[in-house]
């Protein structure tokens, strides 16, 4: 079931690319480039490197990481997840999962790979219990093509500008949600 999900993404992936570019006009890079001298790195530098590439995610993701654990907590503890989850039920309800999936898939814009774990937390350690094997899959394809992680919406920023990065954030997640709703429904038909 793993590849499929892979599969149907790869499918997906290459949909939403032709379809971005008559969005983005972007420049075509060469496919061939020059490769600089291969040189020996210094630990020092690697180190740096490796610290500038890291030290938005410590100091951005970590505590908005902490915050939406903590902030999950509080709403199971009060009683208000319900509240937040019946304005989502027609995205639910359109991608044929139960209204409590909603919490992981809205948590995996903080980080994508705690959206198992997530779902682990909401539904208990026996998914097989709680969802079906379509709605597994469903799940998985929603998951891997509708929701970006903030990570991304970083580097789109960083590449378009603001503006540019929240509106194909958008779009990413209307794009993915509707697909993985299809795909729920085009094999509906076939069960």
């Known amino acids: 079931m793993a590849f499929s999900v892979f599969a149907t993404s790869f499918v997906a ?5 032709f379809g971005i570019k ?7 890079e060469p496919l061939l480039l ?10 020092g530098n690697v180190l740096a490197k490796s610290w500038i590439r890291m030290k938005d995610f410590v100091y ?5 990481l902490a915050l939406g654990g903590v902030a999950y907590g509080i709403f199971e ?5 319900n509240i937040i989850i019946k304005p989502f039920s027609p995205i639910t309800t359109w991608l044929g999962l139960p209204d409590i999936t909603i919490i992981p898939l809205v ?3 903080l980080q994508k790979d705690l959206t198992v774990t997530m779902l682990l937390s909401v539904l208990g350690s026996n998914i097989s219990l709680a969802l079906t094997p379509l709605q597994i899959y469903t799940f998985g394809i929603a998951s891997t093509i509708g929701i970006p992680c903030i990570i991304a919406l970083g580097v789109l920023i960083k ?5 540019k990065a929240l509106s194909l954030t958008i779009l990413s997640i209307i794009y993915g949600l509707l697909f993985a709703g299809l795909v729920w429904r085009i094999i509906s038909i076939f069960k």
């Not at 008559?22 to 075509?28: D, N």
């Not at 951005?60 to 908005?64: E, I, K």
């Open 60 to 64: 951005v993701v970590m505590p908005l």
């Open 34 to 43: 020059e490769l600089p001298p291969y040189r020996k790195p210094l630990l």
């Open 107 to 109: 948590f995996g814009f």
């Open 13 to 17: 992936g290459l949909i939403w690319s």
């Open 22 to 28: 008559k969005v983005i006009h972007i420049e075509m």
């Open 77 to 81: 503890i009060t009683g208000l997840t």
């Open 159 to 163: 590449e378009f500008g603001f503006k």
